[in-house]
């Protein structure tokens, strides 16, 4: 389901459930009205019931603040992972630097090529939730890879610098694979059952508490669905950094990267890449 989806429905729940609240309200404010005395314990009732609606609207504002505390803990986690896979794969390009031209090109050219394919291919694989990633992407990944492990390492500094792009190549694959699984984030159904829950007894308790003005409970359950809609919307908006409603995560680090390594290198080859895969969704 996609996340525009998602969000909608999120919000018909939560219509559906003020409505249901509301009746539920009114009804039973018309059975105790008849049922209990008219004077005498009312002062002490509509007291209880403040009680009532101060308890579910704290649990639902502590559990709604919790759950919009843990996607943008999300979202940040994403953009981190999108920023160190930028600045480790700058680092193997920059560290050809210690090898003869003709391979040290090879290799930088190779990871010219996997940061376009990342900063595109992979970036709309995850907009997808693609958990096995961008077929493209993967295969420049592995041509990364087989170019550093082919380059000559006759002094020790070669050695280390070779070690060292292993190093920072496989970092910028560990945050890949974060990022990518970070794209398939979902909250839990019995979370938005609670919320729900919270919004339907929260409607039925203004209506009970306030039988003498129900325009005032009708304006005051509206303004807290409200608020709660766009809680909703933008905890669901962070959870999914990907999508482009709202809040998204943007490949702007990986094409910042490529800007500033074409300026410093701009005699090397920046001609568009040819693609060794076909890609599910490009």
């Known amino acids: 389901m996609s996340p525009v989806r998602l969000v909608v429905l999120n919000w018909l729940g939560l219509l559906l459930s003020t409505g249901l609240g509301i009746t539920v309200g009114i009804l039973l404010r018309r059975h105790l009205q008849r049922r209990e005395p008219a004077a005498g314990g009312e002062e002490s009732a509509t007291g209880l019931f403040t009680d009532a609606i101060a308890y579910v609207s704290g649990v639902l504002g502590i559990m709604l603040g919790l759950m919009l ?42 990871t010219i090529c996997l940061m376009r394919s990342v900063a595109t291919d992979s970036w709309t694989s995850a907009a997808r939730a693609d958990l096995t990633g961008d077929e493209n992407t993967a295969a420049w990944a592995a041509q990364v890879r087989s170019s550093v492990a082919s380059l000559p390492t006759r002094t020790a500094t070669q050695q280390e610098a070779q070690a060292q792009m292993m190093t920072a190549f496989q970092e910028a694959q560990n945050a890949r694979q974060k990022r990518i699984l970070s794209s398939a984030f979902n909250l839990p159904l019995i979370v938005w059952i609670v919320i729900d829950l919270g919004v339907f007894v929260f409607a039925a308790l203004m209506m009970i508490s306030l039988p003498n003005r129900p325009r005032t409970a009708l304006v005051l359950i509206g303004a807290c669905l409200l608020f709660t809609m766009g809680v909703v919307g933008a905890l669901s908006m962070f959870a999914t950094p990907f999508t482009k409603i709202g809040v998204s995560v943007q490949p702007d680090d990986i094409e910042g990267a490529l800007l500033r390594l074409e300026d410093i290198y701009p005699d090397k080859d920046w001609s568009p890449c040819e693609r060794l895969a076909v890609s599910e969704f490009g």
Do not use: C, H, I, K
Request: glycine share 2%; aromatic share 14%.
């Open 69 to 110: 505390f843990f996607s943008v803990q999300v979202y940040e986690e994403v953009r981190q992972s999108a920023r160190e896979e930028a600045v480790a794969l700058a680092d193997v390009f920059e560290s050809a630097d210690f090898f003869p031209t003709s391979p040290g090109d090879e290799v930088r050219r190779d």
